[in-house]
């Protein structure tokens, strides 16, 4: 497995694995590589020929105050767990090297990006599409693996793809959970050990609502209701939303008709954690 931080020298790598014929999967991380990272990869490696990962924490996707400074990072551990898994590349480029000094070139979107995250994060989707296009750009892979715990992230790739015409298939991979079922992050290390047991009720809390809908809730605004009443139970916890939207569109759903998403992001101290869960009455 070879580490690239140089655009050109990937792109001379990818271009003579299409030589062999190979097929490239990518998977887009910004490190510190956990057991939900270790997913993807392994799906990717299943599906594909060759492998890049990706890590990057991108700048641009940060917004005023948020923890770019502070963000996990471990090149070694990553490398290994990579490795571990068969990847082939990892990329870890500088910042320098993504975006030029005087850059002044971003990929935005409209509708999908303006609610959950997007609401309190108004620049945050912005960098995400326009990192991932980068990505795109330098790798051109024929698959791109996703994580549906970033849910509106996924949502809003695959929109892009379709938007700008990548023909870049894009697989979303599952929820990735520890086992009490608190979602795998990588933030989740900044969590004190009282702090990590009170993040747990992001978990409980859209069990209930999911376990309203299944026993035949049509109401949207009931289940979402019921799942700020069991958060609001945790004194630690501070919601930034709760929503139910559709699962497509992300767009509010009143009644449970098709393919939904909950979703919601609670701060558990000073750190901010996202959970969903998706249901679909056809499946």
Not at 75 to 96: K, M, Q, S, T
Not at 121 to 139: D, M
Not at 187 to 207: D, F, G, M, V
Request: hydrophobic share 40%; with cysteine.
């Amino acid at each position: 497995m070879q580490i690239v931080t140089n655009i050109e020298e990937l792109r001379s790598i990818v271009k003579w694995w299409r030589g062999e014929g190979h097929s490239v999967g990518l998977v887009p991380t910004m490190g510190y590589l956990h057991e939900g990272h270790k997913s993807l990869i392994v799906k990717a490696v299943s599906e594909n020929d060759r492998v890049v990962v990706s890590d990057f924490v991108n700048p641009t996707q940060f917004g005023v105050n948020e923890d770019l400074s502070s963000y996990p990072r471990d090149l070694n551990r990553d490398a290994a767990l990579c490795e571990e898994v068969g990847a082939d590349v990892i990329f870890h480029p500088e910042p320098e090297e993504m975006y030029f000094p005087d850059n002044c070139t971003f990929v935005d979107m409209d509708r999908l990006t303006k609610g959950l995250c997007g609401k309190t994060r108004p620049t945050h989707f912005r960098g995400v599409c326009t990192v991932v296009s980068k990505l795109f750009n330098i790798v051109t892979p024929d698959r791109a693996y996703f994580g549906q715990k970033d849910a509106q992230q996924l949502a809003v790739i695959r929109r892009m793809v379709r938007d700008m015409n990548f023909g870049i298939t894009i697989v979303g991979c599952p929820i990735v959970r520890e086992e009490d079922g608190l979602a795998m992050s990588s933030r989740n290390t900044y969590l004190n050990p009282k702090e990590r047991k009170a993040a747990l009720i992001l978990h409980e809390s859209l069990t209930l609502g999911e376990e309203l809908i299944r026993a035949g809730e049509k109401d949207a605004v009931k289940v979402k209701n019921a799942i700020v009443k069991h958060m609001k139970t945790e004194p630690l916890a501070r919601i930034d939303y709760v929503e139910i939207v559709d699962g497509e569109t992300l767009e509010p759903a009143e009644t449970i008709e098709g393919p939904i998403l909950a979703a919601t992001a609670v701060y558990i101290g000073k750190t901010r954690l996202i959970d969903n869960f998706s249901y679909n009455p056809e499946q």
